[in-house]
């Protein structure tokens, strides 16, 4: 059972527009939510992350939003660019347990 | 700073045997945890060492082991190989256990046939 969900396998925007990319978890006890970037045959890279005492973090282009009450967490960038093109994974972790627990990803295509 | 080193990159092992893959963190980081990633599955946790000690362990058989040495370099060891052991196995390692942050490795991608 997927405590951490992806459910938009791909997703594709035109260069400059906003990139929407969503989240859902399951396991209430999630206070620690991280954005990684993957390119092919390179390993994730860490992107953002958030504590679940904010529900606003910042970085740049890229900012992460928290919804506790709907378990859900969304990335947005903006602008987007066509070096964003990767595929995205939302990771959560609970109580300080480093065992981080991944989605699926959502492959994230940037059209010039 | 160097990254995150695995090997090696790439693997072909036959069913029923065993294989072990290298780790070394980047410096300064105690840390390293191991991932599978498969299609389907995306990426599974298999375990977290720090200080030579295993501290977090992911639901994988008993097959699966790994070790942590002195120099927080880490090796990962799968015995009696499955075809469904096909994967991308990705190491991270981070600077203490309180960090989840973590840098991974571009991984090895070890195919059993």
């Known amino acids: 059972d997927q405590q951490v969900k992806q459910n938009s396998p791909s997703l594709s925007v035109q260069e400059g527009r906003i990139s929407i990319l969503n989240c859902d978890y399951t396991?209430?006890?999630?206070?620690?939510f991280l954005w990684y970037k993957k390119y092919p045959a390179e390993g994730p890279t860490f992107l953002i992350s958030?504590?679940?005492i904010k529900d606003k973090n910042e970085d740049g282009r890229f900012t992460v939003f928290l919804n506790k009450s709907a378990k859900h967490l969304s990335l947005h960038i903006v602008p987007s660019q066509p070096g964003d093109s990767a595929v995205y994974f939302c990771?959560?972790?609970?109580?300080?347990?480093?065992?981080?627990?991944w989605g699926l990803g959502t492959s994230l295509a940037v059209n010039p | 700073k160097a990254g995150v080193t695995q090997t090696p990159r790439y693997l072909i092992k036959t069913r029923g045997q065993q294989v072990t893959l290298s780790c070394s963190p980047i410096?300064?980081?105690?840390?390293v945890s191991w991932y599978q990633q498969t299609p389907g599955q995306g990426l599974q946790f298999l375990f977290e060492?720090?200080?030579?000690?295993?501290?977090n362990k992911g639901n994988f058989p008993g097959r699966f082991s790994g070790r942590q040495f002195s120099n927080s370099r880490s090796e990962m060891n799968v015995s009696t190989l499955e075809l469904g052991d096909s994967a991308l196995y990705l190491c991270?390692?981070?600077?203490?256990?309180?960090?989840?942050?973590?840098?991974f490795g571009q991984g090895t991608r070890l195919t059993v046939v």
């Open positions: 958030i504590s679940s």
């Open positions: 396991n209430s006890m999630f206070d620690y």
């Open positions: 990771a959560a972790s609970a109580n300080n347990n480093r065992k981080l627990i």
């Open positions: 991270a390692s981070s600077r203490g256990l309180q960090n989840t942050e973590a840098f």
């Open positions: 410096s300064g980081h105690r840390s």
């Open positions: 060492y720090f200080s030579e000690t295993q501290r």
